[in-house]
């Protein structure tokens, strides 16, 4: 799945830079072609319905609401940046209160990493809880996210008990929170941690790196906006939708004044007349 996100990423951050180009070189064509045939009176009769099609409330109301959209449409994506980029800033984490959001980047807690670990895990479980394998199999699925979700921890107090077989947020020595379950401990009394999907323990972890604890509330999808928005790719795919706003709007400044010019010429309008409308 991860793979799959990051192919998704490079072939948008590809098509956005393809689309640019295209758009440049479609518009600077369809310019060059307009003052072309406005020279030789060819647009005379379209430059005439639109003066008129811009008389009427419709069309005005039409245009206005056409550019608002546009507007909307670039806020929201420079916000959309913003937000993934505090969440980057903040450490990939969005702390409000004692609690902290997370956007799911792996997959090592989607399902299993193989039938034998399943059978192993909801044993253990059982065992340590004396519940029946399928109320241990629930607990541990309902204690399961993908890639993409944007899951909710507890901040966890510094003389909190740990629950083996809980899924906790610790950081690593790279500074990253691993989101993992908590499996048991070693005899140098490090803690044991491991993705459900994953092939095997972490590296030891000592308590004081441990700082959330998931309730089981994760919100499906989300995480992958945050987490496009917030990476590179993001960020260039916001840049090439904004330049294909700015690119456009030069390019209707650029028709409009081709074809105020022809009208001038033809006596229907003038850049006077407009100041005094």
Request: charged fraction near 25%; charge should be neutral.
């Amino acid at each position: 799945m991860t793979g799959l996100v990051v192919i998704i990423i490079i072939t948008l951050a590809i098509l956005s830079a393809l689309i640019i180009g295209l758009v440049i070189f479609a518009y600077s064509m369809i310019l060059k072609s307009a003052k072309q045939l406005s020279s030789l009176g060819k647009l005379d009769d379209e430059f005439k319905k639109e003066v008129e099609d811009n008389k009427k409330k419709s069309k005005r109301v039409l245009g206005a609401f056409m550019q608002c959209t546009s507007v909307l449409v670039c806020i929201g994506l420079v916000s959309l940046a913003l937000v993934s980029g505090v969440y980057r800033i903040k450490g990939r984490q969005f702390v409000t209160n004692n609690h902290v959001s997370l956007a799911i980047a792996s997959n090592s807690m989607e399902g299993y990493y193989n039938e034998a670990y399943k059978e192993k895990l909801i044993d253990q479980y059982s065992s340590k809880y004396l519940i029946d394998l399928n109320e241990a199999e629930t607990k541990i699925e309902h204690d399961q996210f993908n890639v993409g979700d944007f899951v909710r921890f507890d901040v966890l107090q510094k003389d909190s008990d740990l629950h083996v077989y809980d899924v906790y947020g610790y950081k690593n020595s790279g500074g990253k929170i691993i989101t993992h379950r908590y499996i048991g401990k070693r005899e140098d009394g490090t803690l044991i941690f491991r993705g459900d999907n994953a092939p095997g323990e972490d590296a030891s972890v000592k308590r004081e790196q441990i700082l959330y604890h998931y309730q089981g509330q994760d919100t499906k999808y989300i995480g992958l906006v945050i987490l496009f928005f917030g990476s590179g790719y993001g960020i260039y795919s916001i840049i090439a939708v904004i330049a294909i706003y700015v690119i456009s709007d030069i390019a209707i400044i650029k028709w409009e004044k081709i074809k105020n010019h022809r009208l001038e010429e033809l006596g229907i309008s003038t850049k006077k007349e407009k100041k005094e409308e």
